[in-house]
């Protein structure tokens, strides 16, 4: 590419975001009106605005400059707040209450001076942004500490950022086993209840906290599995319970299809009990898995052959 290419592309996304930024100042202009019938457009802007502060080296500086067309006002600081707790939702506040302290940036820069600070802050949970997050300090837990640790947070409807953030602060190494198969059986007991029965959009909405640790990591995620089986004895394999976690870990790509096929063949004899009739009581799963796959393979043949015949078509007619 040329210098004067590059400088073109250069000017085309410049002007693209300018005007970007012209269209987002009539937005703030109408959003309050908005918000009188749609309370969750804060929380809808915050996504769409969250990943300006994860994406560059000075986030607040631009965040500043969006919001420009607002600030200082009550509404900017809804908005800064929605953006922070999305932002927080997959890391925690730890490392984003850092980053916000070594901007310089200060609340009254965006709500302004006539305002209750220390009330708006309390208000919308945003004391990491003025402070440390505070924890016990780190000592070594056992695998039962750490999902009761764990699944008290979960009890009392924590939110997702603030179990990041002990985490964060208590477990050394979150690619250990043993923290893995703690924080998964603390999610699902506190998803289940003493009936057993899955409360499914609880579990989906938490579905982010073993996201976060297994990632694509097939080791960590056979962890998982062994974890949801182990737990699955403990309460004498309810029936239908353990196909309706399947399927939520399988739908929120938690799981993937290998690992879930690893757990199904495995023979570790460090994990046999309840291991026959878990894999029983999932068998239609399975069947679907197997032949979801093979209806993927043949129309991955199909279109490869598509694709490779109409080459041939273009050699001949050449």
Excluded at 3 to 15: D, G, K, R, T
Excluded at 60 to 81: D, H, N, R, Y
Excluded at 207 to 230: C, D, G, M, W
Aim: contains cysteine; negative net charge.
């Amino acid at each position: 590419m040329t210098a004067w290419n590059s400088f073109s592309v250069l000017e085309y996304y410049v002007s693209a975001f300018v005007r970007a930024l012209e269209r987002f100042a009539v937005v703030l202009e109408i959003i309050e009106d908005y918000a009188l019938d749609i309370p969750s457009i804060w929380d809808y802007m915050g996504e769409i605005l969250e990943p300006m502060i994860e994406d560059i080296e000075t986030p607040f500086k631009l965040l500043k400059e969006v919001l420009e067309p607002c600030i200082p006002s009550e509404k900017a600081g809804t908005l800064v707040s929605s953006i922070l707790h999305c932002a927080a939702k997959p890391k925690g506040t730890i490392k984003l209450g850092e980053v916000w302290r070594e901007s310089g940036l200060q609340w009254t820069d965006i709500i302004g001076t006539d305002r209750n600070v220390a009330e708006f802050i309390e208000k919308h949970k945003l004391e990491f942004t003025v402070s440390p997050t505070k924890f016990s300090p780190q000592i070594q837990m056992s695998m039962e500490e750490m999902k009761k640790h764990l699944l008290n947070l979960l009890e009392k409807n924590a939110e997702l950022e603030e179990v990041f953030d002990w985490v964060d602060v208590n477990v050394s190494d979150t690619g250990d086993p043993t923290f893995i198969r703690a924080l998964v059986t603390a999610v699902l007991e506190s998803c289940s209840g003493t009936a057993s029965e899955l409360n499914t959009s609880k579990l989906i909405s938490k579905i982010p906290l073993i996201s976060r640790y297994v990632s694509t990591n097939e080791k960590l995620q056979l962890q998982a599995l062994y974890a949801v089986q182990s737990l699955m004895s403990q309460l004498g394999h309810p029936s239908g319970l353990l196909h309706q976690i399947f399927d939520v870990l399988y739908d929120d790509d938690v799981i993937s299809d290998e690992s879930f096929k690893e757990w199904e063949e495995s023979d570790d004899p460090n994990e046999v009990e309840g291991k026959g009739v878990a894999v029983h009581s999932v068998k239609s799963f399975f069947t679907w898995l197997r032949d979801t796959e093979e209806e993927t393979d043949e129309m991955n043949s199909v279109l490869k052959g598509n694709i490779v015949g109409g080459r041939y078509a273009e050699l001949i007619n050449t």
